[in-house]
């Protein structure tokens, strides 16, 4: 707010001025009293001023008794996540009723560090969608694998004192945090200095292993994993999101911890939400449609992820639908079965209706953020897999989640100990090459569960590191992918013989793209369709979102970092082989 | 928070170092869930670190089952309607279970300016009682009076940057915002640049109206008269509080506004309370046990009292017993008929019990805020009260509020055409004294329904400018307690036949004084005697806060200024005869 700003709301709401826009016959979602009212809403210079009906209007919109709900506000996201970059993912998710991200650059920034920060500062400055950022906490996000970039205190210190920044992003450090680690707690104290939000990430973390976390000031969760978890949580001063992402999804887990009690400690997030979930169920709408339809008050779930979220960030201009605060709202036909974005307004402008934006968002061109695919001394010889002996240890996939298990199994070599492909078998050979800083780096193992036949995928996204990692059953099809994903800066490949199957191309840091999301809808689609058609990909399993979470050694059990195969239970590097 | 604290509370919390304390066999509340768990909890450094039964500590205190509850938190209150300095206000509240208070210095600053700024903070650092402050906004009160200072947007840059400064205090001249004076603008654009918090004030303002007030980002309000008016304020975006003062109290009035989908937004206050009532009640454990016993939930009462404010404020550290916050709490063995402070620990100490503080606070030598009482040109002569005919206007007290009634009288002149005093009919004179900057400025009125048969009783509180008021049946009196107060630098006193019968030294801007309670309310009741059975003030009226009022031009009906009487409903000067 500044002084002439307000000079002009205060003349527009006492009249005294013509406002911009009246929508007429609102039924209003009042999230303070948690109740409606039937209101004609008047805006002026992008600001809600009042609901005087006596007041004039230069243009009027009869809403003709559609609830005119606050624009929702995802309280934790990754936009990387949907592929898309930060102009694209807000013509996406405008149109679902998403006024407000919090977004947290953690992948980007793991590739490209601060100009990472730069380009999603400056692609989403200026954009209809709100997007403030979260300095990521934890790049690397750990200490084995090799990451584009370490940001430590020094470089937070750079960014934290943003009006668009507010805060540091998940601390995802557990025992950084409870160990009192200098580095970590230099880090905190960034945040403390600017008194700033610090976001948590403490999956299983509850009961008196959560005290010396959430002592450190860490204010929010979105990991909770059960009812009881998330009412301590509450009770520990942090603020839980319900997430509802693509892999992801705790809102029905966790609605039993709501009630009318706590229910102002709880927000909505999408953390990680894939392209097609966006397209064919929504964003934050999908997550509180969702807490709707299996019983909270809608209400109550509009109030969490709209005027709770604003509490949380102290974000004061925003979720409500109250004088002063910005015109960010869109129309629903009603709210006992879920909500429908059905007209969406921004700053008080018409931006989306029944889906579909209405002026695309000016687009920034990516900087220093581009091309970056640094992979030296790497070819088909360097997928070679050398094993002590037929005892070998596999990556297990488990369908569905992000989780592994630590399997094991005898398998064919050749004469000189390498591993052999055996038909019969569903195991492939899986490989992480770094891509950041040309250190030729590159591990193996094997892994079992994905059910290709034939052939190779690879991808640049990888979590947290983002090298890439492909899949296959032989040398040469695996090394063209790798190659290809060098050659066009990044994205997501799939080779069959020597031929190219489909590439989704990834140009931004090698995890987004500037196409549209329909675009990318349709080429993702047609390449699960040839996944699972022509490269035999078991159907229960996402071909590249799985192969995405095979690098990330913070979650159970078995990973394969460029560093080597990695055993998160004994967090330690083991060997391919059996002894 | 600074990072050597959290490494400190952190190490306490996982259990590698001993805390301070430890507070065994808690009934915990839990204002965040809003409900309670049998607990111990453990302190360190002053903090909060956790409820795990396995640390060990220095000290323990069994709670033996009584409720812990987060210190109390009063969003908004004058010091000086207690009479007490900084100091010696924390050890008549802290007792009562009070951790922090939000205090608006408007009646110091009215006399001093901004060395009653400085005094305030000063005076306020380093006691237990948590003082922040909001600087007061509408400096003097009105154009229709003299005040000690002038405080526009140039001084309030010069202390709203203060981390003890939360922002600008009760914004009263409604006019001004809803009409968009530059003045006003540019005192709230001081609040703006830094985010800070504005306080409303806007008695009887609702609905329409209440758009060009709320437009300007005004966050709280405490002159809800009705349970609609609090509801249409909560609606448009702001906190309102349950106010229990001496003279205005709110809480059963607005209680029906209360329910379980809108508590959230409402917090507690006490605005002005004298030293009897905190005495006889307390503080703001009175107005949480009323509403109590009057049917709101305790979880809910104390989650008013303490989360609300500390959010609505943007106190991170306090407001609830979790790991990280202030260890500001105190015990109580029921909360189902109220809350009663029994034992009060401020930052991990036990500072009070059943009562009594264990050790007075710090007390701060005032400076450059003693004495001031600055009258010229006064003398006997000053009280004649010449009238142009004998139909007059009179103040017509009505008992047990601060509104006056618009009356009229006939009265009996002497040859002169001066008032008499008539002993049958109830109507006395009252003076008004400009005593900060020797103007030499007095104004003269007739009052009735005080019922004093003979004598005077004067005091330099007089809101909101506190220039000497007093009232008398005869001038020589009425001079000699003006030359009284004059004397001693401010206070009440009361004189009958050239006789001074009681005086209640206010030697800090004439509003305060470094006494401590027990002797402030022990003269104070003495001299309450004095003026019933002496005097023979009408025993339904506080002789003393009556008087206090009657200078006040922004409540209705008909008052007297140092400028002469005011016609609040005209908002202009009349005279005293009528025509």
């Given at each position: 707010m500044?002084?002439?700003?307000?000079?002009?709301?205060?003349?527009?709401?006492?009249?005294r001025t013509?406002?911009?826009?009246?929508v007429?016959?609102?039924?209003?979602?009042?999230?303070?009293?948690?109740?409606?009212?039937?209101?004609?809403v008047?805006?002026?210079?992008?600001?809600?001023?009042?609901?005087?009906?006596?007041?004039k209007?230069k243009e009027?919109?009869?809403?003709?008794?559609k609830?005119?709900?606050?624009?929702l506000?995802d309280?934790h996201c990754?936009?990387?996540?949907?592929?898309?970059s930060?102009?694209?993912?807000?013509?996406?998710?405008?149109p679902?009723?998403?006024?407000?991200?919090?977004a947290?650059?953690?992948e980007?920034c793991?590739?490209?560090?601060?100009?990472?920060?730069?380009?999603m500062?400056s692609?989403?400055?200026g954009?209809p969608l709100?997007?403030?950022?979260?300095?990521?906490s934890?790049v690397p996000a750990?200490?084995f694998?090799?990451?584009?970039a370490?940001?430590?205190?020094?470089?937070i210190?750079?960014?934290?004192?943003?009006e668009?920044?507010l805060g540091?992003?998940?601390m995802?450090?557990?025992?950084?945090v409870?160990?009192?680690?200098?580095?970590?707690?230099?880090?905190l104290?960034c945040?403390?200095?600017?008194?700033?939000?610090?976001?948590?990430?403490?999956?299983?973390?509850f009961?008196?292993?959560?005290?010396s976390?959430?002592v450190a000031?860490?204010?929010?969760?979105h990991?909770?994993?059960t009812?009881?978890?998330?009412?301590?949580?509450?009770?520990?001063g942090?603020?839980?999101?319900?997430?509802e992402?693509?892999?992801?999804?705790?809102?029905l887990?966790?609605?039993p911890?709501?009630?009318?009690?706590?229910?102002?400690?709880?927000?909505?997030c999408t953390?990680?939400?894939?392209?097609?979930?966006?397209t064919?169920?929504?964003h934050?709408?999908?997550?509180?449609?969702?807490?709707?339809r299996n019983?909270?008050?809608?209400?109550?779930?509009?109030s969490?992820?709209?005027?709770?979220?604003?509490?949380?960030?102290k974000?004061?201009?925003?979720g409500?639908v109250?004088?002063?605060?910005?015109a960010?709202?869109?129309?629903s036909?009603s709210?006992?079965d879920?909500?429908?974005?059905?007209e969406?307004?921004?700053?008080?402008?018409?931006?989306a209706?029944y889906?579909?934006?209405?002026?695309k968002a000016?687009h920034?061109?990516?900087?220093?953020?581009s091309g970056?695919?640094?992979?030296k001394g790497?070819?088909?010889?360097?997928?070679?897999?050398?094993?002590?002996?037929?005892?070998v240890?596999?990556?297990?996939?488990?369908?569905g989640g992000?989780?592994t298990?630590n399997?094991?199994?005898?398998?064919?070599?050749?004469?000189?100990g390498?591993?052999?492909?055996?038909?019969?078998?569903?195991i492939?050979k899986l490989?992480?090459?770094e891509?950041?800083?040309?250190?030729?780096?590159?591990a193996?193992?094997?892994?079992r569960?994905?059910?290709m036949k034939?052939g190779?995928?690879?991808?640049?996204?990888?979590?947290?590191?983002?090298n890439?990692?492909?899949?296959g059953?032989?040398?040469r099809?695996?090394?063209?992918?790798?190659e290809k994903?060098?050659?066009?800066?990044?994205?997501i490949?799939?080779f069959?013989?020597g031929?190219?199957?489909?590439?989704?191309?990834l140009?931004i840091?090698g995890l987004?793209?500037d196409?549209?999301?329909?675009?990318?809808?349709?080429?993702?689609?047609?390449?699960?369709?040839?996944?699972?058609?022509?490269?035999?990909v078991?159907?229960?399993?996402?071909?590249?979102?799985?192969?995405s979470?095979?690098a990330?050694?913070v979650?159970p059990?078995l990973?394969?970092?460029?560093?080597g195969?990695?055993?998160?239970?004994?967090?330690?590097?083991v060997d391919?082989?059996i002894?």
């Amino acid at each position: 707010m500044d002084k002439r700003l307000v000079h002009s709301l205060i003349d527009a709401a006492a009249g005294r001025t013509v406002s911009d826009l009246a929508v007429l016959n609102a039924e209003v979602v009042d999230v303070y009293n948690r109740t409606t009212f039937r209101s004609n809403v008047y805006v002026k210079n992008g600001y809600i001023v009042g609901f005087d009906s006596s007041l004039k209007a230069k243009e009027t919109f009869d809403a003709k008794g559609k609830y005119l709900i606050p624009s929702l506000i995802d309280a934790h996201c990754h936009i990387e996540s949907s592929h898309l970059s930060p102009s694209e993912f807000s013509d996406a998710v405008v149109p679902c009723g998403t006024g407000t991200v919090i977004a947290d650059p953690h992948e980007i920034c793991n590739v490209t560090g601060l100009d990472g920060m730069r380009y999603m500062l400056s692609a989403s400055e200026g954009i209809p969608l709100s997007v403030f950022l979260m300095f990521p906490s934890c790049v690397p996000a750990t200490p084995f694998e090799h990451s584009g970039a370490v940001l430590n205190a020094e470089e937070i210190e750079q960014f934290i004192g943003n009006e668009r920044v507010l805060g540091l992003g998940e601390m995802m450090n557990y025992p950084g945090v409870s160990g009192a680690d200098e580095s970590v707690l230099n880090k905190l104290d960034c945040a403390y200095r600017r008194k700033k939000n610090i976001d948590g990430h403490a999956p299983s973390i509850f009961g008196s292993a959560l005290d010396s976390y959430a002592v450190a000031g860490i204010s929010t969760d979105h990991e909770c994993e059960t009812p009881e978890e998330a009412r301590d949580k509450i009770r520990k001063g942090m603020y839980v999101m319900l997430r509802e992402g693509t892999a992801c999804r705790n809102v029905l887990q966790l609605l039993p911890a709501v009630d009318s009690r706590n229910f102002s400690r709880f927000l909505f997030c999408t953390d990680d939400r894939q392209p097609q979930s966006i397209t064919e169920d929504g964003h934050i709408n999908y997550g509180v449609s969702l807490a709707i339809r299996n019983g909270l008050d809608p209400l109550l779930a509009i109030s969490m992820a709209t005027l709770n979220a604003a509490l949380c960030y102290k974000l004061d201009d925003r979720g409500a639908v109250a004088p002063g605060k910005r015109a960010d709202f869109f129309l629903s036909s009603s709210i006992e079965d879920g909500i429908k974005a059905e007209e969406v307004f921004l700053e008080g402008k018409l931006v989306a209706e029944y889906g579909k934006i209405i002026k695309k968002a000016r687009h920034t061109e990516p900087v220093n953020v581009s091309g970056k695919m640094d992979v030296k001394g790497f070819s088909e010889k360097s997928l070679v897999l050398k094993l002590k002996g037929k005892h070998v240890r596999v990556i297990d996939i488990i369908p569905g989640g992000v989780v592994t298990g630590n399997g094991d199994a005898f398998v064919n070599l050749d004469k000189d100990g390498n591993w052999v492909h055996d038909p019969d078998a569903d195991i492939l050979k899986l490989a992480v090459v770094e891509r950041h800083h040309g250190t030729g780096l590159s591990a193996l193992s094997l892994i079992r569960g994905y059910g290709m036949k034939h052939g190779a995928v690879a991808t640049s996204i990888a979590h947290d590191s983002h090298n890439i990692i492909v899949i296959g059953d032989n040398d040469r099809d695996m090394a063209l992918a790798v190659e290809k994903l060098v050659e066009i800066g990044g994205g997501i490949t799939m080779f069959k013989d020597g031929k190219e199957l489909g590439t989704h191309v990834l140009e931004i840091a090698g995890l987004m793209t500037d196409s549209a999301l329909d675009e990318v809808t349709s080429t993702l689609d047609s390449m699960h369709t040839i996944a699972e058609k022509e490269l035999g990909v078991n159907e229960g399993i996402d071909p590249f979102m799985t192969l995405s979470f095979m690098a990330l050694p913070v979650i159970p059990a078995l990973k394969l970092t460029d560093s080597g195969l990695f055993d998160v239970a004994s967090f330690g590097f083991v060997d391919n082989t059996i002894d």
